[in-house]
């Protein structure tokens, strides 16, 4: 098995890696820079600036397809990209998310023109408004009512574990109380925020803290807030067929390898800077040395069923049961990688990147990650869903 990149893609991974170490300004850590705490507006402004440069380099829409102004760039170079992004630190790497896939499929053209050059230039961003209280790995049991009132629809509802920050935001909505749960569901793109920056009538947003006292996520409520119906994705009370289509994009998790490799290489860079001050290091310690041996060979196992995701893509395949694979064992290998740096730094695992002044790996952040990393079972699709896709869907197992 051949696992060799194009002597242009490898080109690729060295410049994007470059550049983020050159451009990007945000210091060590950047996705949990971004999630530190919500009001961070400077933080925002510092990572659109990156985007904007990304956007000039021909970077940020690589992956979209050549009549919608991208490069059509084929899923090996965009595993090569992706990893080396999020090798070298990069706040984000690629536009567009779920929503641009689902312009591009299923919009009529008049949206298509008035949001994707948007998206395209990293001058507008979507909130994401699809989990409920009551519908988290069960989606399609949303209950966010949407009633058509002449040209809008009124929704009232909520939604929750968001960041509703952005002005725009694309949502499902129940169109249908009496059709079966993965019908009657509608997709809708929704201006949050009004021309001042002030969210619309009938939107009101509160704050969540988490565990460690930081505003992680949002609730959002929504009270008869009136909606242009126009800005429906796709065909009404058939939301849920246009957002699925949209998660079967490219969705390999590369980054979280690529994330994990890089901090397992600076932990060791850490150590052997205290060894050579005559300082105690984890590294003293063979079992460590042996968890640590163990930990970068069940990374790089990670990462090669990430790159068959991504073959199976580029065969024209729909890689289900891999896709939860990686997804399961992103979230346990996640766990298991920063717990244990954490651990081995003893008291000083329980230092925060807020706790300046402290020479530490990863400034805090490795502690922090270790601190949060309990949520990954949860969020995105619990372990018992992934376990049950990978069981009936891979393996052909009853219910």
Not at 224 to 245: D, F, I, K, S
Request: a negative charge; one cysteine or more.
């Amino acid at each position: 098995m051949d696992f060799q990149f194009s002597a242009k893609d490898q080109k690729l991974r060295k410049d994007a890696i470059e550049f983020t170490k050159k451009e990007w300004e945000g210091g060590y850590d950047s996705q949990i820079l971004i999630n530190w705490d919500h009001q961070v507006e400077e933080a925002d402004k510092a990572i659109n600036k990156f985007e904007k440069k990304l956007v000039k380099k021909g970077w940020w829409t690589m992956h979209w397809p050549k009549e919608f102004g991208g490069q059509d760039a084929n899923i090996e170079t965009q595993l090569v990209y992706k990893e080396a992004m999020a090798y070298a630190g990069a706040p984000s790497a690629a536009g567009g998310g779920l929503v641009a896939p689902a312009l591009m499929l299923s919009a009529p053209k008049w949206m298509q023109d008035e949001f994707l050059p948007q998206i395209a230039n990293a001058d507008l961003e979507f909130s994401q408004g699809f989990s409920e209280p009551d519908a988290g790995s069960d989606l399609a049991s949303l209950k966010t009512r949407a009633v058509r009132d002449g040209d809008d629809y009124v929704i009232s509802g909520q939604k929750i574990w968001g960041t509703y920050r952005n002005n725009w935001i694309h949502i499902l909505v129940r169109t249908d109380p009496e059709a079966p749960k993965h019908r009657g569901i509608t997709y809708i793109l929704a201006p949050l925020k009004n021309e001042d920056g002030e969210y619309n009538p009938g939107v009101q947003v509160n704050k969540i803290p988490d565990a460690l006292g930081r505003h992680r996520w949002d609730e959002l409520f929504m009270e008869n807030w009136r909606v242009p119906a126009r800005y429906v994705l796709g065909e009404e009370n058939r939301g849920w067929y246009t957002a699925m289509t949209t998660l079967s994009f490219e969705r390999s998790n590369i980054q979280a390898s690529a994330q994990m490799t890089r901090a397992l290489e600076e932990y060791i860079e850490f150590c052997q800077e205290l060894k050579s001050t005559g300082k105690y290091n984890p590294l003293d310690n063979d079992q460590f040395r042996h968890e640590i041996a163990n930990l970068r060979v069940e990374i790089e196992a990670l990462r090669m069923i990430c790159y068959r995701v991504g073959w199976m893509q580029s065969k024209g395949e729909i890689p289900q049961m891999e896709s939860s694979m990686t997804k399961l064992w992103v979230d346990q290998q996640f766990q298991k990688t920063y717990k244990t740096l954490s651990r081995a730094l003893g008291q000083y695992g329980n230092i925060l990147p807020t706790q300046v002044g402290m020479k530490i790996p990863g400034e805090g952040f490795l502690n922090n990650r270790a601190f949060t990393s309990g949520t990954l079972s949860v969020a995105g699709g619990t372990t018992e869903v992934q376990r049950n896709i990978i069981a009936q869907r891979g393996l052909g197992l009853p219910r």
